[in-house]
C-alpha cells in the first residue's frame, strides 16, 4: 500500500451533505489465482477500510476478494463541526495506511 | 489476453482475414483517440485526477523526481529542476533519435539512459513500477498538447521500417495491425470496440490488467491476440512501431495518463 487520493471539500455549512471519495494503491490478490508452478498466490487484500470525523468513526466497509486492485471507496457523511476528517486501510499483512484532511464546518 | 484470443477465433469463422478493407491510411481528419470510443463511464473517470487510479503512479513518480538514486548520484530534479517546465512538452515528440546511443529511444529508454550515465545507478526494469511512475510523471507534464513527431536523420528510416511492421501480416492469425486499426477501427471485436490505435495515452491504467502499462505490453498484447511472438521489451522494432505511431497520430492530444478498458 503506497499512497491515496482523496476527494472531499475542505470547507461545507454546517447540516451539509458532503461526498467523500477516496483511491488507494493496492494489487487486491485474491488468493485464488496460481503462479506458472501451480502454487497458489496467497491472498493480499484490504480487508477494512475506516472513516473517523473528529475522532467518531462515520463509516467502515469490509472488503472481499471481488473487489478490484486499486478500490475505490465513496461515501457521504453530514457536516457537523469543524475537524480531522482520518481515513484507515488495512490489509492481510497488517499494514496500514492512514491519511487525514481537516474540514472546516461554518453556520 | 486469453478473452482477445477467443473471439478472434469467433471473428475469424464470421470474416475471412482482410476480406472488409475499407482504407489505407486513417485521413488527418479522421483520427481519433480511443477516448473516444469509451463508454461515458470510463471517460470520465480519466477526466477526473482524483478517480483515475493512474494518478497513484504518477505520485509515485513526482516522488521519484527529487530522490537521490543509491550510490550517491543527482536526484532527476538535481539536473531537471520542476519536471513542470524542463519536461513540459517532451513526451509529445518521443521516440528521438539519440546520438549517444546511436540509435531512435523511446521516452522510457531516455529514463533509463539518465539513470546509467547521468546518475551512474542502475536502471529500472522496462515495466518495473518506478519506470512506469517516472514515465506517467514526466508524461503528464504533455498531457494537453499536440503530438509532434520527430523528423530527424536517423528516425525517418527508423519510422519507415515502422510502418512495413504495421502493415505486414503476422501470427497464426495472419493479420496485420493494419488490417484492425487502419481497415476496421470503429468496429466490434466481441465486446471491444477496435481503436484506432492511437498511442496518446501511455503509459495507460488499463482496466482488464488492472494496474499500468506502457505502449509496448498494450501492443505485445495485439501480437498475441493474433498468436505471434511478440518482440523482447525494449526491442527495436517496438521503438520502430511507436515512431510510426506517432507520426499517424500528429495532431492529436496527448492525454497521458489515460485510462483504457
Known sequence: ?107 | MLRLRIILTFLLGVVPGGAITRADDIAPKDRRSGFDMMSAETQAMQKNDLANPAMLWVREGEALWSTPPEGGGQACSGCHGEARISMKGVAARYPVFDASAGTAIDLAGKIQQCQVERQKASPWPRESKPLLSMSSYVGLQSRGTSIVPAHYKGTTEAASRGKALFNRRVGQLNLSCANCHDDNWGQKLGSAVIPQGHPTGYPIYRLEWQGMGSLQRRMRNCMTGVRAEPYAYGAPEWIELELYLMQRAAGLTLETPAVRP
Do not use: Q
Request: net charge negative; proline share 5%.
Open chain 1, 1 to 107: 500500500m503506497a499512497n491515496a487520493l482523496l476527494d472531499l471539500p475542505k470547507t461545507a455549512r454546517k447540516g451539509e451533505v458532503i461526498k467523500i471519495t477516496t483511491l488507494v494503491s493496492h494489487l487486491m490478490e485474491t488468493g485464488y489465482r496460481r503462479e506458472i508452478s501451480g502454487a497458489v498466490i496467497p491472498r493480499l487484500i484490504i480487508h477494512t477500510f475506516t472513516c473517523r470525523y473528529d475522532g467518531e468513526e462515520v463509516f467502515r466497509a469490509e472488503l472481499f476478494p471481488a473487489m478490484a486492485a486499486n478500490p475505490l471507496i465513496a461515501f457521504s457523511t453530514i457536516a457537523t463541526k469543524s475537524g480531522p476528517i482520518s481515513f484507515t486501510w488495512v490489509d492481510d499483512a497488517g499494514i496500514t495506511l492512514t491519511e487525514s484532511v481537516d474540514l472546516v464546518v461554518t453556520d
